[in-house]
Structures are given as structure tokens and as C-alpha cells.
């Protein structure tokens, strides 16, 4: 007696579960302009990798005989694969049947997505597509048990723990609604389709019956629409292109908090000095430049991947590489406020400080920083409290971070740019202060400028000494900046103290006491 | 041929304006220089053109996101 019979039937399940929502659904799925849930794990992840957990999961029919009559497979699909060779957790709604919304089957499926790449310490990445639940769904029956018992764990427990152990990544290639929406955004990495994909808290029926407003997916939340609310990083062409950027994401961070950042072999040479870094900064300080030039000119090249960059769009933030080493970026784009802090920009900050913190991310940071944002919206959208957020995270960070003084640092803002295990730098072209002179003259010497006989000629006078006292090198004397440079030689200066924090890094594995919440 | 609304990404007063209607412009031409938070901000064309009309005049005060110029592309 052997057990072929079972292996047969075992084998036409794992057919039948195969077949997701059948021809109809998947060629539905195809008109749509999107990939069916294991096409797109499929082509995220490394060739071949992929292994399910739970294939054979789904809603079954028997008749009295108990043979198999009907073979409804759950619809999250999950299990283990390998991006660029690294282990991790990939899972997804399945579209094709019953809109994503979790069957019976799905759901347990699906819950479980976080608690396995937790388990197994290993990134998790999300594709997200679907409405969540529904009132057709979820018993209530007669006789039958309702809601949670009381003593279970909360369900998204597991969503806010899983952000401090592991890298979450979440796309979104389909309609986003209700809890996926939630799960999109309590991620380090989420990224959408610029055409076929859609985030909402609630989608155009709910809104209309609600608000009695008629709006489109797209006008609710479309790609136009998330790129500056911040909901998602990344905006990306199409679904293949998106799973370039999470794959590209994941290159720069660890399997988990547990260890460290994974140095690569750069090709870049550490001792590369470019001679446009020489004029980079205009003299006139009122002259705006390209921030994203200098940082492609100091980092290991090709390596800036830049994150979320309409929204809070003064303060630049990105993953890139120096000598091999990943490093968080942060950076001030001058062309958008002069660099100010908004409430937006504070937010940003303080989001990705705590990314980087969570994974032991070393962070460069090249400042030019006015101030916080000020003016009737500033003070409307409560500018000063998330800016003290920003400054917060930075003041409490563990991580090693070097401070590149590129031109502004003026106000509390810029206690933001520095941390506990700094590394200061700081370029001739640095000016810094409590307030920027123009403006700064006027109000702290206002008594003494009205009262002389030409108070214009007196405040140009105030400016005027002010001014030289804007001199780099009195900060260098006073061992202020561990060192004044040439702005050319900023690269080799990372790339050695890169080498310097190798140690350190070593140690700086395990959860921090503030992971990064959504 | 499109025509193309330019925005302005920033809150500022025009500073300069430095096209005319009808002039011919190429990506990343300045089309006129906002001043916002004492800098020098400069609304570039993002693609190449003739500037249809400029919408704003110098001292103007422009708003995130307000079409200051109109481009046929």
C-alpha cells in the first residue's frame, strides 16, 4: 500500500489552488492594466525562489460522500523568496477573487504575513490591493461567537511591532482601501503605480454618501495626490518598475535590527575630489544651487536613491552609499523656501531619523537651514511642533552622524542637523546664527537703529560687522567643527570616517527604544 | 501642440521677469525669478516652447502651486 492516491490529490489541490480566481478573474486582473498578486511575487523576487506557505489553504466544498466539490483558494498568497540573494517575506491580496476583500481563508493567511518575517527576522514586503472588510463578510450569525474574545492580542499589535524588528516595505498596484490602506502606510518603503493604483481611507461611494461630493478614485487618491500628502514614497511608472525601487530599497538596509548594514564592494574611488564642489555654493548668499548635484558628486556614484521628494520637498532625504556603506541622507533643497522646515519637511525628518535609527543606518547630513518655516500657514499647520519632533529625533539618535556645515544654519531648526556621535564639517561657505542677518539686525538692534540720526546707514553699519564676524574660521579656533575643508575634499573625509565608525556599527545592532512608527 | 501651465512650487513676490510672449524657450530656461524667504527662486520651463503669456508681473505676489505662466509645447 502506498500513498499515491493522497499525493495525487494533494498535487491537484495545489493545481486548483493555482488557479486563483479562475481564466475570467485573472483576464479581468490582465484588462485592468495589472499582474495577478503571483505574477508580482513572482517577478519581484528572485527567479524560481519563491515558496508558498499555506498553498493548499482555502474554502472547500465536500458533498455527503466528502469528496471535493469545490476548491475556493484563500486569497493572500504568502511565503519566503530572495531579493538579490537575501531572504525575505513577500505576500499579497488577491485580486482575482473577491476583490482582495479576505475570504475566510485569506484572512488567516494574511494576518499572519507580519508575525513570519517577525519569526524568522527577515524584511516583509506588501502588495497591497483591495478594500479590506465588508459588511457581506464576517459572521454574526445566530448562535454563532462575534468579535474578538477579549483576551486576544490586538490584530495590528503585530503591525506596529513588526516596524521596529524588520525592514516593511508596501506597494500599492490596485485600488488601496480601509485596513490595506493602513497597512500601506505603516511601512519604512511604500511605493504606487503613477497610473493604475489608488490609496483611500474610504473610496468614491462612502465619500459621496458622506460628504455628498462626487470624486473619482483618482481625484481621491490617486498617484497626483499621494506624492505630496506623503502617504507614499515613491511614485513609479509601471509594476515592474516598482518592484525595481523596493528591491533597490532593501539593498540599502539590513535583514532586520538584529544586524547590520550590509557593506558592498564600491567601485567608486574613496579619494575622488570633484573641482565643481569649489563653486558649488554661490558667494551671494541670497543665490539658490542644486543640492542633488553636490550629494551625486560626494556620494559613491550612481548610489543616491532619493525618497519621497514632493513632499515636505525643502528637506531632501535619501539612501546612498559612501566607501560601500549605506548612509541615510538628509539634505536641504534651498530652490523650495530657502531649506525652511515646514510642518511637512518636520515630519519627513523625524519619520526618517527614526528609519535610519531603527536599522542602524550611519546618517550624513549636509545643512542649509534657515530656520522652520514662519509665516500666517506656518503657524496654522503647527510648524514649530513637528519641528521640535525632528529636532527631538535627532538629539536622541544613536547612530553615527556626520554633519556636513555646507552654507545655513540658523535657528532651533538646525539643532536638528546634529546628533549625540556627531562628525562635524563644515565648508568655508558656512553662516550661521540665531537668525539670518538680514531681518535678524533689524529686530535685535531696533532700539539703536531708530534712535540714530540715519537709522539705515545704522543698520547697514550693524550688517556690515555682523557679517565679518560670519567669518569659517573662528569655528575651526574654537574646535566648533571637528574640521574647516576644502569643499573638494568632503568625499575622502566621509569615506575615512566611514572606515572610523566600522566598529561601532558592529555594536549597534537590537531594538532601539524609539522604532519608527508610521 | 499642448499648452503647457507652469506652476510655481514656492509662496513669493516676483522679482524679475525674464520672457515675453512669444518668446522661444528651451528646458530649463528661467522664466521669471520669484523672491521667497530672501532667496532668489527661479521658475524654469520644464519643457522647450513659446511662452504664451506670462500670467504674473513684477511685485506680484504668487501662491504654491499658481499657474504663473503658460507655455505652447
New interface residues.
Given amino acids: 500500500m502506498s500513498w499515491e492516491e493522497e499525493v495525487r490529490e494533494i498535487n491537484r489541490r495545489r493545481r486548483l489552488a493555482k488557479q486563483q480566481g479562475g481564466k475570467e478573474g485573472i483576464a479581468k486582473q490582465h484588462a485592468r492594466g495589472r499582474l495577478t498578486i503571483r505574477e508580482r511575487i513572482e517577478a519581484l523576487l528572485d527567479a524560481g525562489t519563491f515558496q508558498e506557505q499555506g498553498l493548499a489553504t482555502a474554502i472547500p466544498d465536500y458533498d455527503d460522500n466528502d469528496r471535493l466539490t469545490g476548491f475556493v483558494p484563500a486569497n493572500y498568497v504568502v511565503g519566503f523568496g530572495r531579493i538579490d540573494g537575501r531572504r525575505v517575506v513577500a505576500g499579497g491580496e488577491d485580486f482575482t477573487l473577491k476583490g482582495g476583500s479576505p475570504n475566510a481563508a485569506g484572512l488567516r493567511k494574511s494576518v499572519y504575513a507580519e508575525h513570519l518575517a517577525v519569526q524568522y527576522k527577515v524584511p516583509l514586503v506588501r502588495s497591497l490591493e483591495g478594500g479590506g472588510g465588508s459588511v457581506k463578510g464576517g459572521g454574526g450569525r445566530r448562535g454563532g461567537t462575534v468579535g474578538e474574545p477579549v483576551y486576544a492580542t490586538p490584530r495590528f499589535r503585530i503591525i506596529a511591532d513588526a516596524m521596529g524588528e524588520v525592514p516593511v516595505v508596501s506597494m500599492a498596484a490596485g485600488a488601496v482601501a480601509g485596513f490595506p490602506a493602513g497597512r500601506l502606510v505603516a511601512s519604512h518603503f511604500s511605493v504606487m503605480t503613477r497610473y493604475t493604483a489608488q490609496i483611500m481611507i474610504g473610496g468614491p461611494a462612502l465619500v459621496e454618501r458622506a460628504l455628498g461630493v462626487q470624486l473619482t478614485k483618482d481625484e481621491l487618491g490617486g498617484a497626483a495626490i499621494h506624492a505630496k500628502s506623503g502617504i507614499v514614497d515613491n511614485v513609479a511608472e509601471d509594476e515592474h518598475a516598482m518592484f525595481h525601487q523596493v528591491r533597490r530599497f532593501l539593498s540599502y538596509l539590513p535583514a532586520s535590527v538584529y544586524q547590520r548594514t550590509p557593506r558592498v564592494v564600491s567601485e567608486d574611488d574613496p579619494e575622488r575630489m570633484e573641482e565643481e564642489l569649489l563653486t558649488a555654493v554661490p558667494r551671494d548668499s ?3 544651487f542644486d543640492m542633488r548635484e553636490i550629494l551625486a558628486m560626494i556620494m559613491d556614484e550612481g548610489s543616491v536613491f532619493e525618497l519621497g521628494r514632493d513632499y515636505g ?1 525643502s528637506q531632501i532625504v535619501a539612501l546612498a552609499r559612501i566607501d560601500g556603506q549605506p548612509v541615510g541622507v538628509l539634505a536641504n533643497d ?5 531649506g ?1 522646515m515646514t510642518a511637512e519637511a518636520g515630519q519627513k525628518y523625524r519619520r526618517f531619523v527614526e528609519m535610519c535609527d531603527t536599522f542602524h543606518v550611519p546618517i550624513v547630513n549636509f545643512i542649509d537651514q ?1 530656520g522652520f ?1 514662519i ?1 500666517p ?1 506656518a503657524e496654522r499647520s503647527a510648524t514649530i511642533r513637528y519641528g521640535m519632533a525632528a529636532v527631538c529625533a535627532a538629539a536622541q539618535a544613536t547612530v553615527p552622524w556626520a554633519a556636513i556645515q555646507v552654507h545655513k544654519g540658523f535657528g532651533v531648526a538646525t539643532a536638528a542637523h546634529y546628533a549625540p556621535n556627531n562628525y562635524v564639517l563644515a565648508w568655508p561657505s558656512v553662516e550661521s546664527g540665531a537668525l ?1 542677518l ?2 535678524g539686525v533689524a529686530v535685535a538692534f531696533h532700539r539703536e537703529i531708530a534712535a540714530a540720526p540715519d537709522p539705515d546707514a545704522k543698520r547697514r553699519e550693524l550688517e556690515e560687522r555682523l557679517r565679518s564676524a560670519r567669518s569659517p574660521y573662528p569655528r575651526a579656533e574654537s574646535f566648533a567643527v571637528h574640521e574647516l575643508i576644502d569643499p573638494r575634499e568632503t568625499r575622502p573625509m566621509l569615506c575615512r570616517w566611514v572606515d572610523w565608525i566600522q566598529p561601532q556599527l558592529d555594536e549597534l545592532t537590537g531594538p532601539t527604544r524609539f522604532p519608527m512608527r508610521p | 501642440m499642448a499648452r503647457l501651465e507652469v506652476e510655481s512650487e514656492v509662496t513669493g513676490n516676483v522679482w524679475k521677469v525674464e520672457v515675453e510672449a512669444g518668446a522661444q524657450v528651451e528646458e530649463g530656461d528661467v522664466l521669471l525669478i520669484l523672491e521667497s524667504m530672501k532667496m532668489e527662486i527661479p521658475v524654469e520651463a520644464p519643457q522647450g516652447g513659446t511662452v504664451a503669456e506670462v500670467l504674473v508681473a513684477v511685485e506680484d505676489s504668487v501662491s504654491e502651486d499658481q499657474v504663473v505662466a503658460i507655455l505652447d509645447t
Fill in positions: 541670497n543665490a539658490p520637498p534651498n530652490r523650495v523656501y530657502a525652511a534657515p518655516m509665516g500657514e539670518p538680514e531681518g
